[in-house]
């Protein structure tokens, strides 16, 4: 297998399908840019309801054998794809570099390696999980056995490719699903590796599929399709309404991961220089194209000026550049449409009276091509402004001041949003407390990092389930209580 810059030119107009490599049932096909250049350097077929019908078809028709697997074997197999994806590391850090812009050195370093971790986790969920238990009251006992959900729609975004796959795919397999994946038609080429690494791997045909195309038409025919039993999506607030609305009709369970608006709380006791700098670089990771980062950060008044300036001198000192060089700059935003939808809102930030002390609307100097953006700071906003409450997606961070705990907390959770949220304080009881406080679904605190099989997922319109470790797995069971 080399799916290496050679491969990843030539046509990808297949769908994996049943084991095969299968044409599409239509002709129309739709460009892969690498966002540095904004050059084609892939084609990928445009699917159809056809296509998702065969997928489904075929994942039905293996779930029953699938299903039955003992826990050994899928750990078994499981075991073989890991081996076959360590291989390949570097050219899925190469796929997902040229797909979607990630520098090199992150996407070594973070992107590709998350497929490992997403494995390494589910295996060892896996030969754990308990998927009979017995509960007793008394003289009577009940057994609670966990039973695969059944097949599995999987609708995953471009901006951490591969790890949004690899989040549901693993668990999902390991739990005894079948599963049709949709990846995003923008950064579909890890996803296409991925299938190339399942299939050497020997999975029985049928139990994974994949289907590239739009979400209007791919995406839709999986969420609305009746014999799919689950979807699990991660996009966009607007496209998660969607799909549940879709999803409805057949009562088959969704999972959300949508997006975020996450505060960032500095009090006046914190490590400032740290927490600023540490600020500025989770916000800015990814060129910003993260639903979790630290966007908007809110800081105690007594500091708010120089909290400004420090922000300001910190995202100067972020670099943006080719993403095929080694280094620690960050990259481009995905793709035309994403980089106008960014100088807009940077427009309407001017427009409303934020200040710009980093950065601002264009490109970088010395960039005339590609979707590079300026990283880029805001002070003087409030709260109800748009460029504090609309996610941007993209490295733009905005500065608001606030006079007191109960307000910080109060500006914290008025957003739609509630997926992640970060506190820098030297009170650690402070800091617990305005935590629980929080409307979101990961908090951490002076930086801390979550562990790996701790849950992430959101409140509000940031969406509904989890995902990661056993929580994840949950998602694609079903419980059964048997009495008697």
């Known amino acids: 297998m080399n799916f290496g810059q050679e491969k990843i030119m030539l046509d ?70 890991r081996s076959i994806y360590q291989l390949h590391l570097e050219e899925m ?24 971790e997403e494995i390494d986790t589910s295996i060892e969920i896996l030969q754990n999980f308990e998927f009979e238990r017995s509960v007793s009251e008394g003289a009577n006992t009940d057994l609670i056995v966990y039973e695969p959900i059944g097949v599995c729609g999987l609708i995953t975004p471009w901006n951490w490719p591969i790890s949004q796959v690899a989040l549901k795919v693993f668990p999902a397999l390991a739990c005894g699903c079948t599963v049709v994946l949709k990846p995003s038609e923008l950064a579909p080429l890890s996803s296409l590796l991925l299938a190339r690494m399942i299939d050497e791997a020997g999975f029985p045909s049928g139990v994974f599929n994949l289907v590239n195309g739009r979400g209007d038409t791919v995406g839709a025919a999986i969420s609305s399709h009746p014999s799919i039993d689950m979807v699990s999506f991660t996009g966009s607030t607007r496209a998660g309404v969607s799909v549940s609305q879709s999803a409805a009709l057949t009562v088959k369970r969704v999972t959300l991961e ?60 972020i670099q943006v550049g080719d993403p095929t060089q080694d280094g620690d700059h960050i990259g481009p935003v995905v793709s035309q449409a994403q ?15 934020a200040r710009v002390v980093a950065g601002g609307p264009g490109r970088p100097e010395s960039l005339n091509k590609g979707f590079f953006v300026r990283p880029t700071v805001f002070a003087d906003v409030t709260n109800t402004m748009a460029i504090a409450q609309t996610e941007v997606f993209g490295p733009v961070l905005v500065i608001i001041p606030f006079d007191d705990e109960e307000q910080a907390v109060s500006m914290a959770n008025d957003t739609p949003y509630g997926l992640a949220a970060y506190i820098e304080t030297g009170d650690h009881d402070r800091g617990l407390r305005v935590a629980k406080r929080i409307r979101a679904g990961n908090v951490k605190i002076n930086g801390k990092p979550r562990l790996k099989r701790s849950p992430f997922g959101g409140y509000k319109q940031s969406g509904n389930g989890r995902e990661r470790g056993e929580y994840g797995f949950l998602e694609y069971l079903e419980v059964k209580a048997i009495s008697g």
């Open 339 to 353: 980089f106008d939808r960014i100088q807009g809102l940077l427009s309407v930030g001017v427009a409303e009276g």
């Open 12 to 81: 990808q107009t297949k769908h994996y399908i049943s084991g095969e490599w299968t044409s599409s049932s239509s002709d129309g096909v739709l460009g892969v840019i690498n966002p540095a250049t904004g050059c084609a350097i892939a084609q990928i077929a445009d699917g159809t309801k056809q296509d998702v019908e065969r997928a489904v078809r075929a994942a039905r028709q293996a779930f029953p054998a699938w299903s039955t697997t003992s826990t050994e074997d899928r750990t078994s197999m499981l075991g073989r794809l």
């Open 93 to 116: 850090a190469e796929a997902i570099s040229q797909e979607m812009g990630a520098p090199m050195r992150l996407s070594r370093n973070a992107h590709a390696p998350s497929g490992l």
């Open 258 to 317: 949508l997006g975020g608006k996450s505060p960032n709380i500095l009090f006046a006791d914190c490590n400032l220089d740290e927490a600023v700098a540490r600020g500025i670089r989770t916000c800015f990771q990814n060129s910003g194209q993260s639903c979790n980062a630290p966007t908007r950060m809110l800081v105690e008044r007594s500091i708010y000026d120089r909290v400004v300036r420090l922000a300001a001198d910190e995202a100067e000192k």
